[in-house]
């Protein structure tokens, strides 16, 4: 049967929900799991919660109480929970970290502001972040954002990386195709290989994307096999379809 991980009451509104468990058997915390989402009824107040016992119980988290939105918690090879997050306006992306298992979690700190242009098509989308992790626990967050166009006119994928979770890399951009492409793309679904790492980190990038002058929606595909350093021809997969 299902299992409540947290119940709304009153005004609470529960909102994006994401989970992850800790898979690393030399981990202090091997075999923990944890779950972030947000309350829109609240302010979009980050909550989090952690189970020692494969989800069967849970046990809400200390947090810093600060509104986010779109929290993706990851687990590094030696047990910290990283929440790569947005604050709840979408424009800046953040992080907060827990060193204790999931007992509690630090202050919300800020990476980088977020420059967002609206998508085509009238479609609902926003610049929230996708985030995996590679073998040595190197983290990586993609998200859409219009800092490399000309008037922020059209949204890349863009994307920065850690390997701690408190220090973070320039803001790099996913070269799909060139900054005068007129093409904005959005919405990235980002995965690694996590039998891989370092210079030889295997990336994967699903994206949407409107070609120039469109509102035809189009899905995309891009990858890396050295960590970014060097990127994949783009693939269309699907599309493009109408609005």
């Keep these: ?119 085509p098509g009238s479609i609902r989308s926003g610049p929230l972040p996708s985030a995996e992790i590679d073998g040595s626990g190197k983290i990586f967050v993609a998200w859409e954002d219009c800092r490399f166009r000309t008037n922020c006119s059209q949204n890349d994928i863009v994307y920065t990386t850690s390997t701690n979770g408190s220090s973070w890399t320039a803001v790099q951009r996913v070269p799909i195709d060139s900054v005068t492409s007129g093409v904005d793309h959005l919405l990235p679904g980002l995965a690694v290989d996590k039998a891989t790492s370092g210079a030889s980190a295997h990336v994967a990038l699903l994206y949407y994307f409107f070609p120039a002058g469109t509102t035809n929606l189009s899905v995309g595909y891009i990858s890396s096999t050295n960590g970014g350093s060097s990127w994949s021809a783009p693939t269309q997969l699907a599309g493009p379809m109408t609005m």
């Design 1 to 119: 049967n299902p299992v409540n991980t947290a119940v709304a009451s009153g005004s609470q509104d529960f909102d994006k929900n994401w989970i992850v468990c800790d898979n690393t058997s030399t981990s202090p915390f091997y075999g923990s799991c944890y779950t972030q989402w947000d309350d829109h009824g609240g302010g979009n107040l980050l909550k989090m919660a952690y189970s020692r016992d494969g989800g069967l119980t849970w046990t809400l988290s200390r947090t810093p109480r600060v509104g986010i939105i779109g929290g993706q918690p990851l687990v590094q090879p030696n047990g910290n929970v990283v929440v790569p997050l947005d604050n709840a306006s979408e424009t800046a992306l953040g992080y907060t970290i827990s060193t204790n298992g999931g007992s509690s979690f630090g202050n919300a700190f800020t990476i980088t502001s977020i420059s967002a242009a609206t998508d």
